[in-house]
């Protein structure tokens, strides 16, 4: 695998949207190409031909009849909200 | 310390039931020891009034002759389970406010068995750590040697079992988070079967390992335990439909003629002489006690920590985007733009091993690294599980260390994030692989507790706790308790 730069740290970071100080961005870069080294012993390991596992007892989504079961929950949920207005979440302008 | 406190669940239920001591008495002898064990720092949140209350309703309830077994009992949920009306943290800045609109379908069904809770424990943020160090309400402390970690991330769950402040604890388990703290505190933690037991409220690290378990003082405690939460639960789409088994009723089938599997990779040269002391003993119990002993191997194992740390932090990076400052969780003031509201939100909300994960994972799922990363790491999982159902087909349970050494001084590994991710060597493969696995004593190194790992075919919960009752029917080691409580 290539080595990281800070310039993959900054994509990263875009990517997940998350603010990082300049400490924490330094840091980050140190942090992930250990656990990069650490991953990358993967890459020495034979896997053509083997099917990925992504739930771990091969169960497929279950389906359920569309009904609505949920109730009205309107107040409780926006009791959480950390911006609101008449039963609205708000969120800086959009659309200018 | 009350008497109350150092009695098992069970002789709790038995004292309830012979009305040796009211369930007034017996949570408030534990709110007693929470408060006088508050620099322990287990609980985030302490619900006193909410205890008494349900202590008070199940001796009313006891004295009509209608109350349940476990009526009155004391309990503690980690707080990554939501709760109702209670603070949910999951020991996270991003939700120190945050009051879950309903319950977790474990902590619901908790209630409906008639446990009390006693408060909300402290854990790792989002689960995320070996060592309780990661929480934004400060670290837990082993109650055997303040100076050193609980483990984690269900730190707050281990330490107050093990100081005797509640007989029973939920706990989560996404790579070891069950098992490792359970044996840095002599205590039993068991992490069931991906599926057994309903994830719906508890907050989601990795959606693919996660599973929810508990820990206590006794292998038949965690089987009374086990009973209540396990089972199908329709609003949690991976919840297993599998009959759930009479746990206790199990517990006294012979280990006669029982097959044990001993995977070479577990027992290898890394592992360090007293390591290999104390799961000799453990090894002549079983033998002892009937069960047969064979070699194993488990040729990909040691590729089980690569392909965690790249599966783990992936989903977890998908799972956290939900935290965007908008819809809960904390939020900066004065955002510039939608993009500054999210970025820095997360930011401030945010400690650094989440971050670190995060990280991480966005770059295994970026463009141009699936395959190398996200797809290889599952193919490896699936070579993993394939090694653990060829060895089931040669014994009935295997046996292996928890973890590599005992409890590590607070502070030790925090600065090295490869040193502190190789803590759960042990424990990874079984999230992996779906499979069930628990943690019991097996005595002290030096002072501090150390444990032995039994990990058995998916759904088989019961032959674990089987076994490790039968030791404990012959040996102290789960009775040992800390100093100064």
Same mark, same amino acid.
């Given at each position: 695998?290539?080595?990281?730069?800070?310039?993959?740290?900054?994509?990263?970071?875009?990517?997940?949207?998350?603010?990082?100080?300049?400490?924490?961005?330094?840091?980050?870069?140190?942090?992930?190409?250990?656990?990069?080294?650490?991953?990358?012993?993967?890459?020495?390991?034979?896997?053509?031909?083997?099917?990925?596992?992504?739930?771990?007892?091969?169960?497929?989504?279950?389906?359920?009849?569309?009904?609505?079961?949920?109730?009205?929950?309107?107040?409780?949920?926006?009791?959480?909200?950390?911006?609101?207005?008449?039963?609205?979440?708000?969120?800086?302008?959009?659309?200018? | 310390?009350?008497?109350?406190?150092?009695?098992?669940?069970?002789?709790?239920?038995?004292?309830?039931?012979?009305?040796?001591?009211?369930?007034?008495?017996?949570?408030?002898?534990?709110?007693?020891?929470? $408060?006088?064990?508050?620099?322990?720092?287990?609980?985030?949140?302490?619900?006193?009034?909410?205890?008494?209350?349900?202590?008070?309703?199940?001796?009313?309830?006891?004295?009509? @002759?209608?109350?349940?077994?476990?009526?009155?009992?004391?309990?503690?949920?980690?707080?990554?389970?939501?709760?109702?009306?209670?603070?949910?943290?999951? !020991?996270?800045?991003?939700?120190?406010?945050?009051?879950?609109?309903?319950?977790?379908?474990?902590?619901?069904?908790?209630?409906?068995?008639?446990?009390?809770?006693?408060?909300?424990?402290?854990?790792?943020?989002?689960?995320?750590?070996?060592?309780?160090?990661?929480?934004?309400?400060?670290?837990?402390?082993? &109650?055997?040697?303040?100076?050193?970690? &609980?483990?984690?991330?269900?730190? @707050?769950?281990?330490?107050?079992?093990?100081?005797?402040? *509640?007989?029973?604890?939920?706990?989560?388990? *996404?790579?070891?988070?069950?098992?490792?703290?359970?044996?840095?505190?002599?205590?039993?933690?068991?992490?069931?079967?991906?599926?057994?037991?309903?994830?719906?409220?508890?907050?989601?690290?990795?959606?693919?390992?996660?599973?929810?378990?508990?820990?206590?003082?006794?292998?038949?405690?965690?089987?009374?335990?086990?009973?209540?939460?396990?089972?199908?639960?329709?609003?949690?789409?991976?919840?297993?439909?599998?009959?759930?088994?009479?746990?206790?009723?199990?517990?006294?089938?012979?280990?006669? @003629?029982?097959?044990?599997?001993?995977?070479?990779?577990?027992?290898?040269?890394?592992?360090?002489?007293?390591?290999?002391?104390?799961?000799?003993?453990?090894?002549?119990?079983? *033998?002892?006690?009937?069960?047969?002993?064979?070699?194993?191997?488990?040729?990909?194992?040691?590729?089980?920590?690569?392909?965690?740390?790249?599966?783990?932090?992936?989903?977890?990076?998908?799972?956290?985007?939900?935290?965007?400052?908008?819809?809960?969780?904390?939020?900066?003031? $004065?955002?510039?733009?939608?993009?500054?509201?999210?970025?820095?939100?997360?930011?401030?909300?945010?400690?650094?091993?989440?971050?670190?994960?995060?990280?991480?994972?966005?770059?295994?799922?970026?463009?141009?690294?699936?395959?190398?990363?996200?797809?290889?790491?599952?193919?490896?999982?699936?070579?993993?599980?394939?090694?653990?159902?060829?060895?089931?087909?040669?014994?009935?349970?295997?046996?292996?260390?928890?973890?590599?050494?005992?409890?590590?001084?607070?502070?030790?590994?925090?600065?090295?994030?490869?040193?502190?991710?190789?803590?759960?060597?042990?424990?990874?493969?079984?999230?992996?692989?779906?499979?069930?696995?628990?943690?019991?004593?097996?005595?002290?190194?030096? !002072?501090?507790?150390?444990?032995?790992?039994?990990?058995? &075919?998916?759904?088989?919960?019961?032959?674990?706790?089987?076994?490790?009752?039968?030791?404990?029917?012959?040996?102290?080691?789960?009775?040992?308790?800390?100093? @100064?409580?």
């Amino acid at each position: 695998m290539p080595s990281l730069s800070s310039d993959d740290v900054t994509r990263v970071a875009r990517l997940a949207r998350l603010g990082l100080s300049e400490a924490e961005a330094e840091r980050a870069l140190t942090d992930l190409s250990a656990i990069l080294t650490l991953v990358d012993a993967m890459a020495g390991v034979e896997t053509s031909g083997v099917e990925p596992l992504s739930n771990p007892l091969d169960a497929t989504q279950v389906l359920r009849p569309d009904e609505v079961t949920e109730v009205d929950a309107r107040t409780t949920l926006m009791a959480n909200a950390p911006a609101q207005a008449d039963g609205l979440f708000l969120v800086p302008r959009v659309v200018e | 310390m009350s008497d109350l406190n150092a009695l098992s669940l069970v002789a709790q239920m038995d004292g309830l039931a012979t009305g040796a001591f009211s369930a007034t008495e017996l949570v408030q002898a534990h709110l007693d020891a929470v $408060d006088r064990h508050d620099a322990l720092n287990a609980f985030i949140t302490v619900t006193a009034d909410l205890a008494l209350d349900t202590a008070a309703q199940a001796d009313a309830a006891r004295v009509r @002759g209608e109350a349940s077994p476990l009526a009155g009992i004391p309990i503690a949920h980690k707080d990554l389970f939501c709760t109702e009306g209670v603070l949910t943290t999951c !020991g996270s800045r991003m939700l120190e406010n945050f009051v879950a609109p309903y319950d977790a379908e474990v902590v619901r069904r908790c209630q409906a068995a008639g446990f009390s809770m006693l408060g909300k424990l402290n854990l790792d943020e989002f689960a995320m750590g070996s060592s309780n160090e990661n929480s934004a309400f400060g670290p837990v402390r082993n &109650p055997w040697d303040r100076s050193r970690v &609980p483990g984690g991330s269900s730190g @707050g769950s281990a330490a107050a079992v093990a100081a005797r402040l *509640t007989p029973l604890a939920t706990a989560t388990d *996404t790579g070891g988070s069950i098992r490792q703290p359970a044996a840095f505190t002599g205590t039993c933690g068991l992490k069931p079967t991906y599926g057994r037991v309903s994830r719906w409220g508890m907050v989601a690290y990795a959606s693919s390992l996660d599973q929810g378990g508990l820990i206590a003082r006794s292998a038949e405690d965690l089987a009374i335990g086990l009973a209540v939460i396990a089972g199908h639960d329709a609003k949690d789409s991976t919840s297993s439909r599998e009959v759930v088994p009479n746990y206790r009723a199990a517990l006294n089938s012979p280990c006669q @003629g029982l097959r044990i599997g001993l995977p070479s990779a577990f027992f290898d040269a890394r592992m360090s002489d007293a390591m290999r002391q104390a799961l000799e003993t453990v090894k002549q119990t079983l *033998t002892a006690l009937g069960a047969e002993l064979i070699e194993v191997e488990l040729p990909h194992l040691t590729h089980a920590i690569p392909a965690y740390y790249v599966i783990a932090p992936a989903e977890a990076s998908s799972n956290l985007s939900r935290f965007d400052g908008v819809r809960f969780g904390h939020r900066v003031a $004065d955002p510039q733009d939608l993009t500054d509201l999210y970025t820095r939100s997360r930011g401030e909300g945010f400690g650094s091993e989440v971050k670190r994960r995060i990280l991480i994972g966005t770059y295994a799922l970026s463009e141009g690294y699936y395959d190398a990363y996200y797809k290889k790491a599952q193919q490896i999982r699936r070579l993993i599980k394939q090694d653990f159902l060829q060895a089931f087909t040669q014994c009935d349970l295997l046996l292996g260390p928890t973890t590599p050494g005992t409890a590590f001084a607070i502070g030790a590994k925090q600065d090295d994030p490869v040193a502190m991710y190789l803590e759960d060597i042990y424990t990874v493969a079984t999230n992996l692989a779906g499979l069930p696995g628990g943690s019991f004593p097996a005595g002290l190194l030096d !002072g501090l507790p150390v444990g032995y790992q039994l990990m058995a &075919p998916h759904f088989a919960e019961a032959r674990i706790l089987q076994v490790a009752h039968h030791v404990q029917q012959v040996t102290a080691w789960h009775q040992l308790q800390p100093e @100064g409580l």
